[in-house]
């Protein structure tokens, strides 16, 4: 017996020994599997609103990101952009969803979101997980003019310039995200990739500036592939809309003040002390919203009510005269009784079918599209749609531009969905029963289309036009509803195509006059008609001449000064064709046929001098 217990005794001690090692292995393992960091850990290690750090109101901003992994495996998921009221408060609108974003283990990357900026006062959230480390909330972003930005080959340039540096590796793939910049300062061949490339040049005969710098007794810059059109030894001379400079200077001398002088000063804000000039800060906002008034009065319940009428009086012959003849008829008193109740529940049925909401209404989409034509088949393009349905359900609405952006306009409820930016960009929007959603979508379309061609302007005294003629492209002229020719800020309407030609039709007014005129039904046309069916005439006496006014201005924004001397500047002329919408402008959904919106083109000329 003692040497049983002696025995136990030395395997109970054996046993423990054993017991105690495993542990410290095990203990040792789980330590080096957390040192190994398997699941990928980002962070933002920092965040740049737009250009120079501000954003423009009332347009798509760039927000540029540099996510850090520390850890030993890559990340490889989606990251969500969502915006709320204020700090910590229910988000609202749609969110902007990141998806498929790659980066590899120890290292970092920068990635671009495209935020439609509306006020400046929205606080926004980058998520990337559920927990409460995988989210950073961003710092609102200051509003200012569009920037004016020195472009180097790296984020930090040595030759030290007095205006903020950007670098060229950042630049956005798409002319959208340019509205927040004025003026680009080189005094190189920028290091681009082919989509850079592209979006900068549409940024530039979108009405850019473009400075480049010589250094005096050196030779210009030479340009490589997509920038051929700068290789021009002209001091001063036009791309597109957008004017180029060559200044001999040092990138180190370069200041707003030194710019002031050259002729190009940095774009500024200035305030309004004329108290009798409607317009304001706050005149953008109303445009929106008057857009979206439109597009959503365009959806009416539109019932038979000649089917009706035609109904309730069978059914009262039936109910009076008929059941009166069958009684006389019948002595039976029970017939006319259920005669009666057949009568009463037949008609309310029918009744109730072809009186109730969505009885010959159909899913549709509104727009209301605006396009700069940039150059030969490329235009930039500015959507607002409303989607209406009959059904409940999850909608996915895209467009055919090359790099799409969406926005909601919806500013006090969440929407159920999200938006994906960029290439094959869409929105997938929760749409209730008999209901509509409003969104704004940008991007650059090509369509195929001649730029109308100006045969003859006339400039008569105090720079107006005694006559003006064009020559229409076919697609255009048969689908033009209305024109409008704007030169050195006043305005003329224009006649309908006439044989492929249009002309001056009505004595020009200057554009605050009116603006100002067709704002004065403003109120008209907010509140007062708010249960009259919508036509073009509202479009084209109230809408329009505020969607003229704003795009002639910089980036909307009429409290802006742009006192730059412009190259053609006092020989330039805009012209607005408003036209029944083609195909490829609309937006479009597998679930939706049908469409409707029309279109309002702008082209701008440059004339000879000696005119």
Not at 248 to 260: C, D, N, R, V, Y
Not at 298 to 322: K, Q, V
Not at 342 to 348: A, K, N, P, Q
Request: hydrophobic content about 40%; proline content about 4%; charged content about 25%.
């Amino acid at each position: 017996n003692e040497n049983f217990k002696l025995r136990l005794k030395m395997n109970y001690s054996n046993n423990m020994k054993i017991i105690k090692d495993v542990f410290i292995y095990i203990l040792i393992f789980f330590a080096n599997f957390a040192s190994l960091n398997l699941f990928a850990v980002i962070t933002v290690e920092k965040v740049q609103w737009g250009f120079n750090g501000t954003v423009v109101k009332e347009d798509f901003n760039p927000l540029f990101v540099l996510f850090n992994n520390p850890s030993k495996e890559p990340f490889n998921g989606s990251i969500v952009l969502e915006k709320s009221a204020f700090s910590g408060g229910r988000p609202y609108g749609i969110p902007i969803v990141s998806e498929d974003c790659y980066i590899s283990a120890n290292s970092a990357k920068w990635i671009i979101f495209a935020p439609y900026i509306f006020s400046g006062m929205e606080e926004w959230t980058l998520k990337w997980g559920k927990k409460r480390d995988e989210e950073y909330s961003l710092k609102k972003p200051d509003c200012g003019p569009p920037a004016t930005v020195y472009l180097s080959s790296s984020e930090y340039s040595w030759e030290n310039p007095k205006i903020h540096v950007f670098p060229a590796n950042l630049f956005p793939a798409s002319v959208v995200l340019c509205n927040g910049l004025d003026a680009v300062v080189i005094s190189e061949e920028p290091r681009f990739t082919t989509a850079q490339t592209e979006s900068f040049l549409d940024w530039l005969k979108n009405g850019g500036l473009l400075i480049i710098l010589t250094k005096p007794g050196d030779t210009n810059p030479y340009f490589g592939y997509g920038l051929e059109c700068l290789n021009t030894q002209e001091n001063k001379f036009n791309v597109g809309n957008g004017e180029v400079f060559r200044i001999q200077a040092k990138a180190s001398e370069i200041s707003p003040e030194f710019l002031s002088k050259a002729g190009c000063p940095p774009a500024s804000l200035k305030k309004n002390t004329d108290s009798n000039y409607s317009y304001h800060e706050y005149f953008y906002t109303e445009i929106r919203e008057n857009i979206l008034v439109y597009l959503k009065r365009l959806i009416r319940s539109d019932h038979n009510w000649s089917l009706i009428i035609i109904f309730m009086a069978i059914y009262s012959f039936f109910i009076t005269f008929g059941n009166f003849i069958l009684a006389k008829k019948i002595k039976n008193y029970k017939y006319p009784i259920i005669f009666f109740a057949v009568t009463v529940l037949f008609f309310s049925f029918v009744l109730g079918i072809i009186g109730r909401r969505g009885f010959g209404e159909k899913d549709i989409i509104n727009s209301l599209i605006c396009a700069k034509h940039i150059d030969e088949n490329s235009y930039l393009v500015s959507e607002w749609f409303n989607v209406f349905v009959t059904d409940g359900d999850i909608y996915e609405v895209s467009n055919n531009a090359d790099l799409g952006y969406y926005s909601d306009c919806e500013l006090d409820s969440a929407i159920n969905g999200f938006v994906r930016n960029g290439k094959n960009a869409f929105c997938k929007l929760d749409i209730p029963l008999f209901s509509s959603r409003s969104m704004y979508c940008s991007g650059k379309i090509h369509y195929e289309c001649s730029k109308p061609v100006i045969i003859s302007a006339v400039k008569a005294d105090r720079n107006l036009l005694s006559n003006l003629e064009i020559d229409f492209d076919k697609k255009l002229s048969e689908t033009t509803i209305c024109s409008w020719a704007v030169f050195d800020g006043n305005i003329w309407e224009l006649t309908k195509p006439d044989e492929g030609k249009i002309r001056i039709d009505k004595c020009f007014k200057s554009l605050k006059e009116y603006f100002e005129k067709c704002n004065q039904n403003k109120y008209n046309f907010m509140y007062k008609n708010k249960y009259d069916k919508y036509d073009m005439n509202k479009l084209r006496d109230f809408l329009v001449p505020q969607i003229i006014v704003k795009s002639l201005n910089k980036n909307g924004y009429l409290n802006w000064e742009f006192n730059r001397v412009r190259f053609f500047s006092d020989n330039r002329i805009d012209l607005f064709i408003l036209c029944r919408a083609p195909e490829i402008f609309q937006p479009e959904s597998k679930k939706i046929k049908k469409k409707e919106g029309v279109v309002l083109f702008r082209y701008s000329y440059n004339l000879p001098s000696n005119l």
